[in-house]
Nanobody, 123 residues
Framework: QVQLVESGGGLVQPGGSLRLSCAAS????????VGWYRQAPGKQRELVAT???????NYADSVKDRFTISRDNAKKMVYLQMDSLKPEDTAAYYC?????????????????WGQGTQVTVSS
């Protein structure tokens, strides 16, 4: 069973920085794509950033030049460095992984979500 566990959220003042981490565990053979999404109260979940196995990254326009997604495949870790935070960045942040896994004697492609970590930007 694959699990994703986020950490690093918290309360930060506008203009500050936070680094979110996502630890993946389980029978993961390889990562196809990883990403961070967020959901603010009363709003739909939205894409923040993604990174493919080929090294391509994609960012929401609202976070470009402020957030950076990275990963350490050997450690099965995904990170989101968030700088110049704004109050509108306040949301629950979720890690997402599109992976190749071993399920019994089979190999398949699956998508998993973490439980989320809260980021609050306020003075």
């Amino acid at each position: 069973q694959v699990q994703l566990v986020e950490s690093g959220g918290g309360l930060v003042q506008p203009g500050g920085s936070l680094r979110l981490s996502c630890a993946a565990s389980g029978n993961i053979l390889s990562f196809v794509k990883v990403g961070w999404y967020r959901q603010a109260p009363g709003k739909q979940r939205e894409l923040v950033a993604t990174a493919t196995s080929g090294g391509e990254t994609n960012y929401a326009d609202s976070v470009k030049d402020r957030f950076t997604i990275s990963r350490d495949n050997a450690k099965k870790m995904v990170y989101l460095q968030m700088d110049s935070l704004k109050p509108e960045d306040t949301a629950a942040y979720y890690c997402n992984a599109d992976v190749i896994v071993k399920v019994g004697i089979s190999i398949g492609r699956r998508e998993y979500w973490g439980q989320g970590t809260q980021v609050t930007v306020s003075s």
